[in-house]
Each structure stands twice: as structure tokens, then as C-alpha cells.
């Protein structure tokens, strides 16, 4: 695992900062001990803070990631569902031409993870039909339409623009934590790594190789040892247990010491933003988890990390699993 990734970048710094404030109290005032451009201790918790800031920043950006994929659900939901039954409904009248031609005109093929665009075609065809309806004066005809609890076509209307905004605004939300991700992974390989990596080679040109100081120094790069090989990923939402359900081939490198799920709340894998959901024993094959897939039409991506006794890490494929609705419908 690379100690400067964005998940351990924090805590390694800390340590080069320890290991720095020990050198400099050791060598004393008259011996000063900076980097190059007079960049000493100070400085390097400046840009340790500046990390942290950075990382805090990126947390509430994936929180209101989070927050708009949930308020899009929630409408996709609501618009879809409300679809089903103005179909259902109008399959009731059919005998009056009205809604004879909705019924035509519906379309038949949308499901709760139908695209948005998708939605939203089918949604006019709708609010059009449900025009008609409402435009016809007829003793066998409600007027005006609602379908249960009161909706009206004007309710609908608001709901299916609001859904159409929700999506824009997962589409923004998005960008947002794709730009603090780059931000700070530029900040890691431009500013912090060169200067930890300077560090070291400070130290270790002052210091013999056995000195405390030397054996002591924080990595900032993966020990030596062999990578292990990927294992396969395979599993899905198991509908009955509700949750989702991993397994994957074993890992037959000599060193393996544990597996780790980790996920990323999108429909991509970022191996810098991931989070870890479980360290597991290197003999457990399987694992269930609802992370990140407590709301329908939630989607999280997993992969599993075949980790050795030296910390060298390989990822397996990544695997998509989406939480369906309670009871997928079609229009």
C-alpha cells in the first residue's frame, strides 16, 4: 500500500513530521537542518495542514454527492412510480377514445433504472396525455384526473422537473469531487512526495545506515517484495438477504497476509478515493456488506486487495452493484 496514497498521505506525513522535530532537537540550534528553500519543519506542517484541508473539503464534496444521488432516487422513484399507476389508471377508462390513445402513446419500457433521459421522454408523453384526460368533460371521467393520494398532473409536472434538476445536479456534484480528487492528487505528486522523498535522502546522507534516525525514517513508497497476482471478483445484490454478496478467487501468492474490500460510492472505480469497508483473513473467500447501498438504486462499486506481509497490494476487477427497487415495475 503506498503511504502517500490519499487514504494514508495524512498519517505519513505526521510521521515525517515526528521524525523531522526528533533530527532537529538531536542536532541542536547550531546545527540547522532544513530542505532545499529553507524548508524545514514549519513548512512541512504547513503542507501536511494544507493536505488536511484539502482532504476535509473533498469529504463534504462526496457528502453532497451522496446527498444528491439520494434526492435523485428518491424523485426517480416518485416519477416513475407515478407513471405506473396514470398507466394502470388510464387502462381502466380505456373504453372512452381519451384513453384509448393514452394507453397507445404510454410508453411500455421504463423501469426505475431506465436513464434519465429516458424517464424524462416518457414523463412528457404522460403530462401530454394526461392533458387530454383532463380537457375531456365526461360524467364516466374524474375530473379533474388524480391518481391515489391526490396527485395531480401539475404535481407530476413539478416532479418530473425536479427530477430532470437532480440529475444536473448529480452531474455537478460529481465534477466537483472528480476536481478535488485531481487537486489533491496533484498537491501529493507535485509538493508532499518530492519533499518526503528529499527527506529521506537527507537523512540518510547525514546518518549511517543503522542509525536510529536511518532504520526509523517513514516509507514514502511501497516496501520491496513481489505484487501479488489479482483475484477474480464476482457477486451481485442477493434480493433475499438484501445486501450485497462478494466472493473471489483465492490468492496463492506465499506472502499473502489479508484481503480488503474496498468500494467507491459511484459507478467507477478511483483507486485514490476508495474507502475501506473490511480487512479481512486471508482465508475468507466471501463477504456480505450494505456499504454504501442503504437506498434503492443505490450504486457502489467494489474491489477486493490481495495485500502481502511487506504491504504490496494488487486490486481485483471492479464490480458494479446496484440495490434494485423493492419491486421492479414497468409503465
Given amino acids: 500500500m503506498d503511504p502517500l496514497s490519499m487514504r494514508n498521505c495524512g498519517s505519513t506525513m505526521t510521521k515525517i513530521i515526528g521524525s523531522m522535530a526528533t ?3 538531536a542536532r541542536g540550534a547550531a546545527k540547522p537542518f532544513v530542505l532545499q528553500d529553507d524548508y524545514g519543519l514549519p513548512e512541512l506542517t504547513a503542507t501536511r495542514d494544507a493536505f488536511e484541508a484539502m482532504s476535509a473539503d473533498h469529504a463534504v464534496l462526496t457528502s453532497a454527492l451522496r446527498q444528491a444521488n439520494g434526492a435523485r432516487n428518491q424523485l426517480r422513484h416518485e416519477v416513475v412510480g407515478w407513471m405506473f399507476e396514470f398507466s394502470q389508471r388510464a387502462r381502466g377508462f380505456k373504453q372512452h377514445p381519451v384513453f384509448a390513445q393514452a394507453c397507445e402513446a404510454l ?3 421504463i423501469k426505475y433504472s431506465s436513464s434519465l433521459d429516458k424517464i424524462d421522454e416518457a414523463a412528457a408523453v404522460a403530462i401530454q396525455e394526461w392533458q387530454k384526460i383532463d380537457d375531456v368533460v365526461a360524467p364516466a371521467i374524474p375530473h379533474p384526473f388524480l391518481l391515489s393520494n391526490g396527485v395531480t398532473r401539475e404535481q407530476f409536472t413539478t416532479a418530473v422537473g425536479a427530477l430532470k434538476a437532480s440529475g444536473v445536479a448529480v452531474i455537478m456534484a460529481q465534477g466537483a469531487v472528480r476536481d478535488s480528487a485531481a487537486t489533491r492528487r496533484k498537491f501529493v505528486n507535485e509538493t508532499i512526495r518530492p519533499r518526503a522523498v528529499e527527506y529521506r535522502k537527507l537523512v540518510k546522507a547525514l546518518y549511517p545506515s543503522n542509525h536510529i534516525f536511518v532504520v526509523n525514517l517513514p516509507r514514502v ?3 520491496a517484495g513481489s505484487t501479488p497476482d489479482a483475484v477474480t471478483l464476482r457477486g451481485g445484490w442477493d434480493v433475499t438477504g438484501q445486501i450485497a454478496a462478494l466472493s473471489w478467487t483465492a490468492c496463492k501468492h506465499a506472502d499473502l497476509q489479508a484481503y480488503e474490500i474496498r468500494v467507491c ?10 474507502e475501506v469497508v473490511a480487512r479481512v483473513s486471508k482465508e475468507t473467500l466471501h463477504y456480505t456488506t450494505a456499504y454504501g447501498l442503504a437506498d434503492h438504486e443505490d450504486r457502489a462499486v467494489f474491489r477486493i486487495y490481495a495485500i502481502t506481509k511487506t504491504g504490496r497490494e494488487r486490486g481485483s476487477n471492479s464490480l458494479l452493484v446496484i440495490r434494485p427497487m423493492a419491486l421492479p415495475v414497468a409503465v
Fill in 23 to 25: 533530527v532537529i532537537d
Fill in 107 to 109: 410508453r411500455t419500457d
Fill in 221 to 223: 513508497y511501497p516496501p
Fill in 265 to 274: 460510492l459511484d459507478t467507477t472505480y478511483n483507486a485514490e478515493e476508495d
